[in-house]
């Protein structure tokens, strides 16, 4: 304990240790109208029609109770504070402290802690409480664009933390949150964001540096929203990577920069499944010279839970360590609800901030307006590690740069961890038609190697920083560099790599990797598997058709990811528990695999059976036939039952959603179709590989047989596009599933086919992608990158690649990479088009990933870049055009029009066309 350090550092600790062993209670005494001032600091970030208070609620007069202990407070008047942009900062009040009371004294001591300045309550400025917004936070450059939000501790579906940016501050509508890029004036958010959370989704987390007395906010609201206005550090620069997002600041000449690490090590399950985040400080030594500088950084409870103020009694624990090098708090709530979410958030596990040791460190936890004002005030914080009293707390952490022989960086790690993770449905007797079965409680992978010392898991995850750096910069420059090369590079493969990179820590974040234990009580990891989260599109657990869109970046990184992921859908869809012959929609919702037993999940027959084996295929051709064998053995059977369903029922699919399911149910979906036949024929494949050579033939012959018929069902009349439905010619939609015969090597489908679609898509392109289908005008990003990645042809790539490009440099929402979108404003889907949709952080942004897995499978199926084989020997429809339509001729159906144009000019273009017999035409509105 570092009580040496704590005994200079102000008068209040000094007060705390002359008041003897009693633990520190230095939070704001109480009073019946304390609750009323912490409902006046929420409203300052509640939106209007959200605000506790009546408006003009006076607020002014409100005091402590002098009998009560804690630090003695009033609110009183305060002097207006003029911004930069000459804005008043809606001055009304001041809250002034006076002193510690302790328990059992009478006395006061000195005034501790005097923030002399305003509140920013009522506010219209974007960044309240920074009296320098347009100077600081103005002109950062950004790199490689600046994108909705920028991942900072995206982890866990519980650790995942962004800065909502949206390009622009003044775009319309305007961004609900978001304030165009800049770390500090706002505070991070929850990936819920504005949307869709029915409450709080701010965390706190603060960053201030003080430069010769003078604070200046480098992260967070605190200026704004802690009664007090300031300077904000002037932000040069934002980039991100796959892995990090760095900001580069000045404040009085003094350069520094902060970088924001969350590792991704996809072959090490250890490190990958710590749910930890680093924090990373670097003063630029060349511009420190003769000055007196100290950083700041705190955490909230609002890691630790989704309640806000609707809390009686505040019922969170902290616990405190040092250990190797390594200073921690865990705050819990004092009666976690296991396996309990509220506003998506887990109400159980310990939120965890920790700083690497440093000379010159302090540490403290306390209401939040005591830890800030005491490190503006003096640069330090005092040693205090009391019991949690109230709400707004700080978990704060402050470096003194002067110190001696000090380093001039500094390292913090924010974290989640919950012990147990998930539980799932285990079957008592596996394989029999017994139903009995039970809850099997999984944990982290990490507790194998750190058990339930959290503070060693932490403290191990601290000293790693240098090795997690040096890996996480390999991958990054791996990540841009394959995604370059893997469209061509150039200008397009830049775009590409900003669209890539962007995605991988919010796909990661999304899956969880789990261990059980033995009958004595031991880690298990033998037993290890993969859970997912679908997140905003509702909280399933191991969604199949969302493990899917996934894929592309799992099998990039470590397709036994991709394995691990599918084991608990083969597990229990073979235990006998569930009832129907197709494959699971998903195990439960998150983080609670019940499982269906009643067989009553949201029905995808083709679709999940069709995911499963393609995936299970393209796993097994990139590990290799001899490591695949054993898996595929042992799934033969039921792949094989599914596969019985896919002959059933994919040349003309029942009426079924497919998993584009927001669109509804549709008979004949041409691309369900697709993946059905490509399923059928990627089982043959496996029967192929496994010696079960009269199923391979079977299936081989069938699939054959019904991409011949499907040719004919599924693509227009005048041989212009496939159509969305079979009966219906002039819809259209796009062809995601093609990729299945392309990426697994198939040679299924005719080069016809792709050709059509190379040739439609520029035709329906709207300003931000291709819609989905002529149903709507949105689109699915993860799709769009299928659709692209199918296809070998450059044009076809270039254009989807700069549409999704554009979407996310044009930054319409200020959300997580939201994959559904309106194509035409690249903002959520909204009425009056489309009902309101808020697909954000989620998985399936790991679709984003095809070119990079279809690069991959390429290598491992052995086919050379512009060789594949396309199934030619399978195409009727050039035969059936030039047959119906001589005038056409074969080539007619083939040629991609001369002319794009605008989509405007398309329409008028398509319409004068339909007005003839052509009604393929015709684009419906
Ligand atoms: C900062 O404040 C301390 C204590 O009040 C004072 O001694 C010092 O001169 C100040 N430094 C600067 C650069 O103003
Ligand atoms: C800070 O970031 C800038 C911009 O990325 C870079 O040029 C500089 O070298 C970095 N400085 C330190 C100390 O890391
Ligand atoms: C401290 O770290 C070392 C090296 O990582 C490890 O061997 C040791 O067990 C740790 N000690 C504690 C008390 O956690
Ligand atoms: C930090 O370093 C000092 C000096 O080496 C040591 O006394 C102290 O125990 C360390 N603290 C932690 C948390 O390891
Ligand atoms: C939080 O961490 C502490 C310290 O390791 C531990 O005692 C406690 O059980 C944890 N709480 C939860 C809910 O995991
Ligand atoms: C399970 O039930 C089915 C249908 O009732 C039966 O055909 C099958 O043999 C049973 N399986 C086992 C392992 O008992
Ligand atoms: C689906 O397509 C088949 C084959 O063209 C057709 O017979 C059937 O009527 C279609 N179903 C619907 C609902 O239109």
Not at 114 to 121: F, I, M, N, R
Not at 189 to 199: H, I, Q, V
Not at 439 to 448: A, H, K, L, M
């Amino acid at each position: 304990m570092r009580l040496s350090f704590a005994s200079t550092a102000s008068t209040l600790a000094a007060a705390l240790l002359l008041s003897g062993p009693a633990p520190a209670q230095a939070s704001l005494a109480k009073s019946s109208d304390l609750k009323t001032l912490y409902e006046a600091l929420a409203d300052i970030t509640r939106a209007p029609s959200e605000k506790h208070l009546a408006q003009g609620q006076q607020l002014v007069g409100l005091s402590s109770d002098p009998a009560q202990p804690g630090v003695q407070w009033s609110v009183q008047q305060a002097q207006q504070v003029v911004l930069q942009s000459g804005d008043l900062n809606a001055p009304s009040y001041k809250l002034v402290t006076n002193g510690e009371k302790t328990a059992g004294s009478s006395a006061a001591s000195p005034a501790a802690a005097s923030p002399a300045s305003t509140s920013s309550s009522g506010s219209s400025n974007s960044n309240p409480g920074i009296t320098n917004a347009d100077s600081a936070l103005s002109s950062s450059s950004f790199s490689p664009v600046n994108p909705p939000s920028f991942p900072l501790a995206v982890r866990s579906p519980y650790l995942n933390a962004w800065l909502p940016s949206g390009s622009n501050r003044a775009s319309t509508p305007p961004n609900t949150v978001g304030d165009g890029g800049y770390l500090a004036g706002q505070w991070p958010a929850f990936w819920t964001s504005s949307y869709g959370a029915d409450g709080e989704f701010r965390l706190g987390w603060t960053g201030y540096i003080r430069i010769d007395n003078v604070t200046y906010e480098w992260m967070g609201n605190g200026f704004g929203t802690l009664v007090r206005a300031g300077q904000a550090a002037k932000q040069l620069s934002a980039q991100y990577t796959a892995t990090r997002t760095i900001f580069a600041f000045e404040a009085d000449k003094v350069r520094f920069n902060v970088t924001f690490l969350t590792p991704i090590t996809p072959n090490d399950y250890l490190r990958q499944s710590l749910p930890l985040s680093y924090l990373h400080v670097e003063l630029d030594t060349t511009t420190i010279k003769g000055r007196s500088i100290q950083l700041y950084t705190d955490i909230d409870e609002r890691w630790v839970t989704g309640h806000d103020y609707d809390y009686e009694d505040f019922p969170y624990d902290q616990q405190y360590y040092e250990k190797n090098d390594t200073s921690v708090f865990f705050v819990t709530r004092k009666h976690p609800e296991v396996y309990t979410e509220f506003r998506q958030r887990a109400e159980w596990g310990n939120a965890t901030y920790a700083a690497r040791n440093h000379t010159g460190l302090y540490s403290r936890n306390n209401n939040n307006i005591v830890t800030h004002t005491e490190f503006i005030d003096t640069g330090k914080l005092s040693f205090d590690h009391g019991p949690v009293l109230g709400p707004d707390n700080s978990f704060a952490f402050a470096v003194d740069f002067d110190a001696k022989h000090a380093d001039k960086d500094a390292l913090f790690v924010v974290g989640h961890m919950r012990t147990p993770y998930v539980n799932y449905i285990r079957a008592k007797n596996p394989g029999t038609n017994s139903t009995k079965s039970y809850q099997e409680d999984r944990y982290g992978y990490w507790q194998s190697e750190f058990g339930d010392k959290l503070e060693d898991a932490v403290a191990f995850f601290m000293n790693d920083f240098e090795n997690a750096l040096e890996t996480a910069k390999a991958f990054d420059k791996q990540v841009a560099d394959d995604s370059r090369a893997a469209v061509g590079g150039g200008a397009v493969g830049d775009k590409y790599a900003a669209i890539t990179q962007l995605s991988v820590r919010q796909a990661f974040a999304t899956f969880e990797i789990t261990i059980s234990r033995d009958s004595k009580g031991r880690y298990n990891t033998s037993d290890t598997l993969l859970f997912l989260k679908e997140i905003s599109s509702n909280g399933d657990m191991s969604t199949v058709d969302v493990i899917f869109p996934l894929f592309p970046l799992l099998s990039y990184a470590n397709p036994n990811l991709l394995r691990d992921l599918m084991k608990p859908l083969f597990e229990y869809t073979e235990s006998g528990l569930y009832p129907n012959k197709w494959c699971v929609h998903d195990l439960g919702v998150y983080p609670n695999a019940f499982g269906h037993n009643d067989g009553n999940d949201e029905p995808m027959q083709v679709e999940e059976s069709g995911n499963m084996i393609w995936m299970t295929l393209h796993w097994a051709q990139l590990v290799g036939k001899s490591k695949a064998l054993p898996f595929l053995e042992e799934h033969y059977k039921i792949m094989k039952q599914w596969t019985e369903y896919l002959v059933a029922d994919s040349l003309i699919p029942a009426e079924q959603l497919s998993t584009d399911d927001f669109a509804g149910t549709l008979a004949n979906q041409t691309d369900l179709a697709i993946k059905g036949i490509t399923g059928i024929a990627a089982m043959s494949r496996i029967a192929e590989m496994l010696g079960h050579s009269k199923d391979a033939k079977s299936y081989a012959n069938i699939s054959t047989t019904y991409i011949k018929q499907w040719q004919t069902l599924a693509i227009s009349h005048d041989a212009s596009h496939t159509k969305l439905a079979y009966q219906t010619d002039a819809s259209w939609g796009t062809l995601y599933n093609l990729l299945a015969d392309r990426m697994l090597d198939l040679s299924l489908v005719p080069e016809a086919v792709y050709k059509i679609q190379d040739a439609w898509y520029p035709r329906v392109q709207e300003k931000y992608g291709v819609p989905l289908d002529s149903r709507h005008k949105w689109t699915k990003t993860d799709w769009e990158m299928f659709a692209a990645a199918a296809s070998d042809d450059p044009a076809t790539h270039k254009l989807f690649i700069e549409l999704l490009y554009k979407f996310i440099e044009d930054g319409k929402t200020d959300a997580p990479f939201t994959d559904l979108m309106e194509s035409t404003t690249g903002d959520f889907p909204k009425q009056p088009e489309d009902p309101l949709i808020h697909f954000l952080a989620r998985p399936v942004v790991g679709g984003h990933f095809s070119f990079l897995a279809k690069s991959k499978a390429d290598k491992a199926n052995g086919v050379a870049s512009g060789a594949y084989k396309y199934g030619n020997d399978n195409d009727v429809i050039s035969n059936k055009t030039s047959a119906t339509s001589e005038a056409a001729g074969k080539q007619a159906a083939f040629q991609a029009p001369m002319h794009v144009g605008t989509p405007d000019e398309r329409r008028k273009k398509s319409n004068s066309l339909s007005s003839g017999s052509q009604r393929a035409f015709q684009i419906p509105a």
